[in-house]
């Protein structure tokens, strides 16, 4: 079974506004990553986060932690319609592979 | 992109027949890993490899195998293809800190 599920399934934004999905686990990690993947195209990284991390920054995007809860979640400021795509979490439990969610798929309007 | 191709890149077989495809790596990355992606289901790991020759099975390895007898190749086998291997085929590579780079991907339609 997927460990890692995201919320929501889908989002539409119009651009210039932030795009927030969540994604929650079951069982500890050692990391956690937040992939996106355009329409046809393979899945690219976009940023890791460790279990002892809290908040991690990449440009417009802002990840956070919280391993209480078992949830991470993937912030998106000043979106814009390139931004388009699903967005993956995938967990990592120290095992050599990932856990992959189902994903969240985000439209930004023009 | 990193360095990892996949081929071929479409494909469309009859039930019953063998299908191999390939993932080849640029990188001199050690770990290297198949996945499918069906819809509602998101990434399936199939199987993966941590070295020439060593192997592990993934949530989804039935009716799969592979071969890694090259740091820069991991084939993915359908001994004898079906319907429900109908999906897109990724592989991946992964450097030590766990990131990993995926390939293209490759659509297989079986009829």
């Known amino acids: 079974s997927q460990q890692g599920e995201e919320d929501p399934q889908a989002l539409s934004i119009q651009e210039g506004e932030n795009a927030t999905m969540n994604c929650s686990y079951k069982t500890s990690i050692n990391n956690l990553q937040w992939y996106r993947q355009n329409s046809g195209r393979g899945l690219v990284h976009l940023i890791l986060i460790r279990s002892n991390e809290r908040e991690k920054h990449s440009g417009r995007l802002r990840v956070t932690l919280d391993t209480s809860k078992k949830s991470s979640s993937l912030l998106i400021t000043a979106s814009r319609a390139a931004d388009t795509a699903s967005y993956f979490c995938a967990t990592d439990h120290n095992t050599d592979k990932l856990i992959f969610g189902t994903g969240t798929r985000l439209q930004v309007f023009p | ?96 800190s766990y990131e990993q780079y995926f390939g293209p991907g490759t659509r297989l339609t079986v009829t």
Not at chain 2, 1 to 12: C, E, L, M, N, Y
Not at chain 2, 30 to 53: N, T
């Open chain 2, 1 to 96: 992109d990193a360095g990892i191709t996949q081929s071929p890149r479409h494909k469309v077989t009859e039930t019953g027949t063998p299908v191999t495809l390939r993932c080849h790596q640029t990188e001199n990355h050690r770990y290297m890993y198949w996945y499918r992606q069906d819809p509602g289901h998101g990434l399936r790991l199939i199987h993966y490899s941590y070295g020439v020759k060593d192997t592990d099975k993934g949530e989804v390895s039935d009716g799969y195998s592979v071969s890694r007898s090259k740091t820069e190749d991991f084939l993915l086998t359908l001994e004898s293809a079906t319907s429900s291997q109908t999906s897109v085929y990724f592989c991946a590579i992964s450097d030590p």
